[in-house]
């Protein structure tokens, strides 16, 4: 399940029911599925496909996504370094990201236009809804380990647009959990 931290005002949230409703207050959406049966750890793209079917056709009829496809990323992915270093920095799209976790964890770093970064480390389960136009930055954590399932409404939207404010600087690039300090309260 996932962990919600608000570095600036020292707390994180990790009941479900709390990161739910907080997710939402920022635009965030936030749920937790479950395999229509269970899967092997080596199962295929289709295989992982199959079994959220119904809760893939459910995201595809209520917000107009239009594909989804599964992304697995290892220590040992070709160019990897290149590819974190394209999400670690506060961008924006033109398309929702949508990204449901199989494996291994993330942190997403959300920089809403309604309130203070929050960071949100996702785990397998959890399935996050960044709307389109959401200033935000991702993280592998410290296993460089991560296989989701992602849908689009148009891939050609996801082009990450960079802010260039040099906010995302201010936050721990790797999750630890919980303690994601901005720069300012670390160095104290």
């Known amino acids: 399940m996932a962990i919600v931290t608000i570095p600036d005002e020292n707390r994180t ?7 739910t ?3 939402a207050s920022i635009d965030i959406d936030y749920e937790q599925w479950q395999p229509s049966h269970p899967l092997a750890s080596d199962a295929s793209a289709e295989e992982v496909l199959a079994a959220y079917a119904a809760d893939i056709n459910k995201l595809k009829e209520l917000d107009g996504y239009v594909t989804a496809d599964v992304i697995d990323v290892t220590p040992n992915t ?8 394209k999400f670690k920095s506060e961008h924006w799209h033109d398309d ?3 990204r449901f976790i199989i494996e291994g964890r993330g942190i997403f770093h959300i920089h809403p236009s309604n309130g203070v970064v929050t960071s949100i480390e996702v785990t397998a389960g959890d399935l996050i809804r960044v709307p389109s136009g959401t200033l935000h930055w991702f993280n592998l954590c410290e296993d460089l380990r991560i296989r989701a399932i ?8 996801w082009v990450p647009r960079y802010t260039e404010s040099g906010v995302d600087a201010g936050y721990q690039p790797v999750c630890f959990s919980p303690a994601y300090l901005p720069a300012s309260l670390s160095a104290q």
Do not use: N, Q
């Open 150 to 157: 992602r849908l689009f409404a148009d891939p050609a939207g």
């Open 96 to 98: 929702d990201e949508v």
């Open 78 to 85: 070709p160019g990897l370094d290149a590819m974190l270093a």
């Open 13 to 19: 949230i990790t009941d479900a029911a709390e990161i």
């Open 21 to 23: 409703d907080y997710l």
